[in-house]
């Protein structure tokens, strides 16, 4: 399989990805928590980047997102931001920045676009959010909504399984989804929900619409990093695609590196001074 480069070198901006869907060309989102990570999406021409909250999981080895805090997502959002000039930078809110106090959550928004210099903010929710999202994007800030599973709501739904999967909750979805983008939000993340739904939603709004376990009849893609490129360990979704296998070459260099240490050949005469 050839390389994709594309050779529209613009700064990604929420306009620009509007421009995406209207033309049909797919937007490639990726997750990424650190300077060097995230200098490399941006170079491989990644059009998006997530910094999730999914670093509680992947960065500090949580069993779920809810512990991370707004402190350290603004951290991580730093550390991306620097590496990045093209790419458009989504910072997710963490739990309990926004849920229910919509003055608690357009400080927390402020926060975050003022102390990182990022894009947009993603968050999690619908209809019970709608105070939230509207106050922050009152303030100018732009929002990417995110439905289906939602990690930060992981112990009211007491699974991972994929959702939406009956009428009821698949008439929430679509209703939440038409909400949101009457809001003013500027795109919508749809995860791990039957792609025929999502499908659906995608061709009925008019914002992008960005799956991860949603199909391919979307507007586009996001994946963890870390995943997709085989650094996690045990973790292994039917909607995952893994590119590499990094994990094991990473164990592999620090053994030959451990081995040359014991047994002298490290570092040889070339490299001391």
Request: proline share 3%; aromatic share 6%; hydrophobic share 40%.
């Amino acid at each position: 399989m050839s390389n994709y480069l594309s050779a529209d070198t613009r700064k990604i901006t929420t306009a620009r990805l509007l421009e995406m869907k209207r033309k049909e060309e797919k937007i490639s989102m990726i997750t990424s928590y650190d300077f060097s990570m995230a200098r490399l999406a941006d170079a491989a021409m990644v059009d998006a980047i997530l910094v999730g909250d999914s670093a509680a999981n992947v960065m500090a080895g949580h069993a779920t997102t809810l512990p991370i805090t707004l402190d350290q997502m603004i951290y991580h959002a730093q550390c991306v931001v620097r590496g990045v000039q093209r790419a458009f930078v989504v910072v997710d809110l963490p739990f309990g920045t926004y849920q229910g106090d919509s003055i608690e959550a357009l400080k927390s928004a402020v926060r975050v676009m003022k102390e990182t210099g990022a894009d947009c903010l993603k968050m999690e929710g619908g209809a019970e959010i709608r105070e939230s999202v509207e106050r922050i994007l009152s303030a100018g800030i732009p929002v990417m909504a995110h439905l289906g599973l939602t990690p930060q709501s992981i112990n009211k739904f007491g699974s991972y399984g994929v959702r939406a999967q009956g009428e009821a909750e698949a008439r929430k979805l679509r209703e939440d989804a038409l909400l949101l983008e009457s809001l003013g939000c500027c795109a919508l993340v749809l995860e791990k929900i039957p792609a025929s739904l999502a499908e659906e939603v995608s061709k009925t709004l008019s914002i992008p619409v960005i799956g991860i376990g949603a199909g391919r009849k979307v507007d586009g893609q996001v994946l963890v990093l870390q995943d997709m490129l085989g650094i996690t360990q045990g973790f292994s979704p039917k909607f995952l695609r893994r590119y590499a296998n990094l994990g094991e070459e990473i164990k592999d260099a620090i053994n030959r590196y451990v081995s040359d240490v014991k047994t002298l050949d490290f570092p040889n005469e070339s490299e001391q001074y």
